[in-house]
């Protein structure tokens, strides 16, 4: 009995659309319309195109796999399904592997989609990052004056041990948004992280709130020695095999510090949803502008949390006792924004992050600074319960946790 072609005739593989090619990655194609002559028992056409397959990638440990098993096959045809089967830990990599490639949505109904996390993007950042976690996928969104348009797509490794990273060696890759601190050429690595990597600013303002540590987690390649790696083997890094790299590579500025939206699975909502959800919360920081200007302190305070509120350090009390002290002499204030991301916030209950470029001007105090507000959703209200300066480069260790 063969593993693994019994492997994927009983695998319960759905008829539906697989992915279309697109620059960088002809390689799952290749390999998907392998699997679809497996699963049709067209072996003769599967042995050739198997063959083919490790011809062009001969780092491809899934086709070498499809291979043998297809040259086995042919003395010895398949007469039942599933029985015998001993399945090992590199043998159930396989087949999830084959799953998330060929389960993974390219129709044209789902590409019309938006990601519920990202509401609004900068005019200065070209493209984000977006990660689907427990669907192995890496989106790239390209801002389209204001609006997104999905420009690819790649598979990818997450952490050993899933993700919700909460301490260093965990194995885990992090839930949250964050931004790319650098890039490292593959010349300057170990063969492990391939063509190079993008560090990214776990942890960041909220990882510390909570009180996650650990560091070094980056978007990397893949070792020499293979074409990718499965869908759980890395030390919390996400990786794309050597092409894709070099292909995202394309989209990705440091100099920019690009957003990199790392979910446990990504919400896609309509159009019409995700324009009336930007509606929604461009009113909300209008309105807080336009309190804070007012110089009405009770209008003012009633964006913030008193529960959970920390402004650069402050508790509500200190921060209102503060703010009551600093405001008493104001007889005029300005406040103006540039630069602004605004992003639902992925593993956390109806939470918010608001980035931006804030120009504060009154008249005795005149500041310019970078500013990420974090509102929480309390019944129908929404409340700042984080308010402090973005910094870059953020946190970034030399050894990533790969």
């Known amino acids: ?38 699963q049709s028992l067209n072996h003769e056409q599967a042995l050739s195109s198997t063959r083919d397959l490790i011809r062009q990638y001969p780092h491809s440990r899934l086709g070498h796999m499809l291979y043998a098993d297809l040259l086995l096959a042919k003395a010895e045809p398949l007469t039942e399904i599933g029985s015998g ?78 993700y919700g990273k909460q301490k260093r ?18 010349d300057e690595l170990p063969d492990l992280y391939g063509e190079g990597a993008f560090p990214i600013n776990y942890p960041n303002a909220w990882d510390v709130r909570k009180q996650r540590t650990g560091g070094g987690i980056w978007i990397h390649g893949t070792p020499s020695y293979t074409y990718n790696r499965s869908p759980w083997a890395s030390d919390g890094c996400i990786v794309v095999s050597n092409p894709d790299f070099l292909h995202i590579d394309d989209y990705i500025r440091p100099e920019l510090h690009t957003p990199v939206v790392v979910a446990e699975q990504v919400n896609w909502i309509t159009r019409d949803q995700w324009l009336a959800k930007r509606q ?17 302190h009770e ?14 350090g402050r508790d509500f009390k200190s921060w209102d006792g503060h703010k009551r002290w600093v405001n008493r002499k104001k007889t005029w204030i300005n406040v103006e924004y540039s630069k602004l991301n605004i992003f639902n916030y992925p593993g956390e209950e109806d939470l918010m992050l608001m980035q931006f470029e804030q120009s504060y001007r009154s008249n005795n105090l005149n500041v310019d600074s970078p500013k990420e507000l974090y509102w929480r959703k309390t019944g129908a209200n929404w409340q700042i319960v984080y308010e402090g300066n973005r910094t870059f480069p953020a946190p970034d260790t030399a050894v990533a946790e790969n």
């Open 1 to 38: 009995m063969k593993r693994f072609l019994t492997l994927l005739l009983c695998i319960g593989l759905h008829s539906g659309l697989y992915a279309a090619d697109r620059p960088g990655n002809s390689y799952e194609q290749s390999l998907l319309d392998t699997i679809k002559e497996i």
């Open 85 to 162: 089967i001993e399945i090992d830990r590199a043998m159930q990599d396989f087949r999830y592997e084959i799953k998330q490639r060929w389960q993974h949505d390219r129709s044209p109904a789902h590409q019309s989609r938006y990601p519920e996390n990202i509401l609004f993007l900068s005019d200065e950042q070209p493209y984000v990052i977006l990660v689907d976690q427990q669907n192995s996928r890496v989106y790239v969104y390209r801002n389209e004056g204001g609006d997104l348009q999905l420009e690819t797509d790649y598979f990818i490794t997450i952490g050993l041990k899933g």
């Open 169 to 186: 060696g965990d194995q885990k890759t992090p839930i949250g948004i964050y931004h790319v601190t650098r890039y490292i050429d593959g």
């Open 280 to 296: 929604q919360v461009m009113q909300l920081l209008s309105t807080w502008l336009v309190d804070w200007e007012s110089l009405d």
């Open 299 to 312: 209008r003012y305070r009633r964006h913030y949390s008193r529960v959970e509120l920390d402004a650069y």
